[in-house]
Every structure is written in C-alpha cells, then in structure tokens.
C-alpha cells in the first residue's frame, strides 16, 4: 500500500514563496511519474507540474517561471518549490504518484493573500 504524505503548506502573502514536500511510504523511483494537483473551491483538480522517473518534467502556464517541482529518490520525496505567489494559487494542494496505477495524497492547503 502506497503513502503518499504532503507538508509545508499554509498563509503565505502574495509574493512570497512555499515549498510543498510529498513523501512517500517506499521508494519513488518505482513510480513513471509523480507531480503536484491543485484543486481551488468550486474548480476543477489540475495539473501543476509533474516529473518522470527520467526526470523531464511538465507544468501548467500560470505557473511557469514561478513553481519548480524536483525528486530526491534518495529521501523517497518530491518537493514543490512555489516562489512569487499569487492569490490565484490559493488551492488544496495533492501529491500524486503513477506506476500506473494512481495514488493521491491526502492534500494540503496553500492560502496566499494579497
């Protein structure tokens, strides 16, 4: 059974900067992929950026330039490192992993006001 366990979230003003962590229950390096959703109230769960075991990576527009996702295969974590934050990056924020069967974390949230 995979674990997948978010940290490092909370209120942060515009133009600050969080880093999200994921660890997971046994090694990473098993799973194709493992990337970082959002889900704001009243939208839809989205892609925010995602790495494969090879280590190519893909991001949603809003956050390019500003978020930058890296995996230690050694500490079985996947960081999300979120600089110049805006209010519209306000969301629950979820660690997933494909191998390739999906596993989800259980969130955490990310207020940024302004």
């Known amino acids: 059974q995979v674990q997948l366990v978010e940290s490092g979230g909370g209120l942060v003003q515009a133009g600050g900067s969080l880093r999200l962590s994921c660890a997971a229950s046994?090694?990473?390096?098993?799973?194709?992929?493992m990337g970082w959703y959002r889900q704001a109230p009243g939208k839809q769960r989205e892609l925010v950026e995602r790495?494969?075991?090879?280590?190519?990576?893909n991001y949603a527009g809003s956050v390019k330039g500003r978020f930058t996702i890296a995996r230690d295969n050694a500490k079985n974590t996947v960081y999300l490192q979120m600089n110049s934050l805006k209010p519209e990056d306000t969301a629950d924020y979820y660690c997933?992993?494909?191998?390739?069967?999906?596993?989800w974390g259980q969130g955490t949230q990310v207020t940024v006001s302004s």
């Open positions: 997933n992993a494909d191998d390739p069967v999906s596993y």
């Open positions: 046994g090694s990473i390096f098993r799973f194709n992929a």
């Open positions: 790495i494969t075991r090879s280590g190519s990576t």
